[in-house]
């Protein structure tokens, strides 16, 4: 009984409000592991008494599992057991009142404009061939322009970037919209690789009968785009192209420095919020906490009375 409530509870999710795979992926985890817990102890979702969560919750916490875990664990048991309350298969919500044990507010890593413009450079003059270098500029400058996620940056239809856009519609999580400005460099970047990039099409167009890619960054593989996984190399490969500790440097330490820089520079969280695409601006604040501790260095190392 309470392992079938799981598929159509993914489905609901999935039809409802249009939830990421990824996403689904995580709740079929973490909902098959506090099933087979509770079938351990004879109990069932459709049986189960705030109680028995709770002592599934103590449960994870003996075994070592950090607070984010066990946070998100007892976030799908909650999300299920609306589900649940609002299909009629339960007259109760047990997990209602249960409160979770919080999560780690880890201060997201973050790049310095030195080392952005670092990053930029390494770009222009990295690549096996001019069309190489074309495509890594227009990638690096997109991404620190509009702070996309790296799934958005990669997966960007050519469409979007037709007709010398000023901002960029992107498609995020949810499949929710949003317009981002584009900076100068990054709309020369994007003009730049344009004329490469149709080139190269109608040319292969023509010798191999190759249909016209939909998307921004084309490639040979199954997605048809260029993948998260080679763009993560890439720059990787910049960051020691440019001097950059590759350790300090992903895809979202971009977003991160996107962010933080805007904050630096006096743009207020409202905004910020709106061009990452975050649906709670509680997700935003934590560049607050970025700030914060800048501020808090600067203080200790410029003010003539923090000086022995």
Same mark, same amino acid.
């Given at each position: 009984?309470?392992?079938?409530?799981?598929?159509?509870?993914? @489905?609901?999710?999935?039809?409802? *409000?249009? &939830? #990421? +795979?990824?996403?689904?992926?995580?709740? %079929?985890?973490? !909902? $098959?592991?506090?099933?087979?817990?509770?079938?351990?102890?004879?109990?069932?979702?459709?049986?189960?008494?705030?109680?028995?969560?709770?002592?599934?919750?103590?449960?994870?916490?003996?075994?070592?599992?950090?607070?984010?875990?066990?946070?998100?664990?007892?976030?799908?048991?909650?999300?299920?057991?609306?589900?649940?309350?609002?299909?009629?298969?339960?007259?109760?919500?047990?997990?209602?009142?249960?409160?979770?044990?919080?999560?780690?507010?880890?201060?997201?890593?973050?790049?310095?404009? @030195?080392?952005?413009?670092?990053? *930029?450079? &390494? #770009? +222009?003059?990295?690549?096996?061939?001019? %069309?190489?270098? !074309? $495509?890594?500029?227009?990638?690096?400058?997109?991404?620190?322009?509009?702070?996309?996620?790296?799934?958005?940056?990669?997966?960007?239809?050519?469409?979007?970037?037709?007709?010398?856009?000023?901002?960029?519609?992107?498609?995020?999580?949810?499949?929710?919209?949003?317009?981002?400005?584009?900076?100068?460099?990054?709309?020369?970047?994007?003009?730049?690789?344009?004329?490469?990039?149709?080139?190269?099409?109608?040319?292969?167009?023509?010798?191999?009968?190759?249909?016209?890619?939909?998307?921004?960054?084309?490639?040979?593989?199954?997605?048809?785009?260029?993948?998260?996984?080679?763009?993560?190399?890439?720059?990787?490969?910049?960051?020691?192209?440019?001097?950059?500790?590759?350790?300090?440097?992903?895809?979202?330490?971009?977003?991160?420095?996107?962010?933080?820089?805007?904050?630096?520079?006096?743009?207020?969280?409202?905004?910020?919020?709106?061009?990452?695409?975050?649906?709670?601006?509680?997700?935003?604040?934590?560049?607050?906490?970025?700030?914060?501790?800048?501020?808090?260095?600067?203080?200790?190392?410029?003010?003539?009375?923090?000086?022995?």
């Amino acid at each position: 009984m309470t392992a079938a409530w799981i598929s159509p509870f993914l @489905e609901a999710q999935a039809a409802e *409000l249009n &939830a #990421a +795979e990824n996403t689904l992926l995580a709740y %079929g985890r973490d !909902l $098959r592991d506090a099933c087979d817990w509770l079938a351990a102890r004879g109990i069932g979702f459709d049986t189960a008494t705030r109680a028995d969560l709770e002592a599934y919750l103590i449960a994870l916490d003996a075994e070592g599992l950090a607070r984010s875990t066990r946070a998100r664990r007892l976030s799908s048991i909650k999300q299920i057991y609306r589900f649940a309350y609002e299909d009629g298969l339960r007259t109760d919500n047990p997990a209602l009142q249960i409160k979770g044990p919080g999560r780690d507010k880890a201060l997201p890593k973050t790049l310095t404009m @030195e080392e952005v413009d670092r990053l *930029l450079a &390494a #770009a +222009e003059t990295h690549g096996r061939s001019a %069309g190489d270098r !074309l $495509r890594n500029t227009c990638l690096m400058q997109l991404l620190y322009a509009t702070g996309m996620r790296v799934s958005e940056l990669v997966g960007l239809p050519v469409s979007a970037a037709r007709g010398d856009p000023q901002v960029l519609l992107i498609r995020g999580k949810g499949g929710k919209e949003r317009m981002v400005p584009l900076s100068p460099p990054a709309r020369a970047a994007l003009a730049a690789w344009l004329v490469h990039r149709d080139e190269a099409e109608d040319l292969a167009r023509i010798e191999k009968g190759t249909a016209p890619s939909r998307f921004l960054f084309p490639s040979h593989g199954k997605a048809g785009h260029l993948t998260r996984v080679r763009f993560f190399t890439l720059i990787k490969e910049l960051a020691v192209t440019g001097g950059v500790s590759p350790e300090t440097v992903t895809p979202h330490t971009l977003r991160h420095a996107f962010a933080t820089h805007l904050l630096q520079n006096g743009a207020d969280l409202r905004s910020i919020q709106t061009l990452l695409g975050h649906a709670d601006i509680a997700t935003t604040e934590i560049y607050t906490h970025v700030l914060d501790e800048r501020l808090k260095a600067l203080v200790l190392e410029k003010h003539p009375l923090a000086k022995s």
